[in-house]
């Protein structure tokens, strides 16, 4: 699931005419490096939430064809993260699944970093719920290879352009 439903309120200038998830970092659409990485990574199917600008979002990914798109439409209201999962739960099935921010971009270390996390997923070691896992001592993750950038405000995109071509260099 890639959340894309957020006001963006700090990535103003942007925001009152582009939705966060398509403000360009280095030539691309922000949704579009988590998309990729998706895809990459082998996952067929991805849900993306919507509400600010939800057209925007909906024209950009019309054509994508890996992974394959389906639209959880939050114009209505804006339901938050666990909100925002919980009305696509039905879309996503019983499996587990990524769980990724449109505005965040990684470069990978020497194995990509999905299919790290993927592998290491256990699910007889890991709980469903959060707290319950951390309250059993049973909360997990695994730490990100490469550098993560959450592009949230204008500097930021600046900052992840300087690491994108820094590290294709």
């Known amino acids: 699931m890639v959340l894309a439903a957020g006001l963006g309120s700090r990535m103003r200038p942007f925001n009152g005419h582009i939705p966060k998830p398509l403000v360009e970092v280095g030539g691309r659409a922000l949704i579009d490096y988590v998309l990729d990485r998706l895809a990459a990574t082998g996952v067929e199917r991805v849900v993306i939430n919507v509400h600010h600008l939800a057209e925007q ?15 959880s439409d939050e114009r209505e209201a804006l339901l ?10 039905s879309a996503l099935g019983d499996a587990p699944f990524f769980h990724v921010n449109s505005d965040t971009i990684w470069i990978d270390g020497v194995k990509p970093n999905l299919t790290r996390l993927a592998a290491a ?30 592009v949230g405000t204008p500097d930021a995109v600046a900052a992840a352009e300087a690491a994108i071509t820094a590290s294709v260099v």
Request: net charge positive; glycine share 14%.
């Open 80 to 89: 938050g993260t666990g909100g925002g999962v919980a009305k696509a739960l």
């Open 121 to 150: 997923f256990a699910p007889a070691r890991m709980t469903k719920l959060f707290d319950r896992a951390a309250e059993a001592g049973r909360l997990h993750g695994l730490r990100l290879e490469g550098v993560w950038m959450h």
């Open 57 to 71: 979002i909906e024209r950009h990914v019309h054509g994508r064809t890996r992974p394959r798109i389906i639209i």
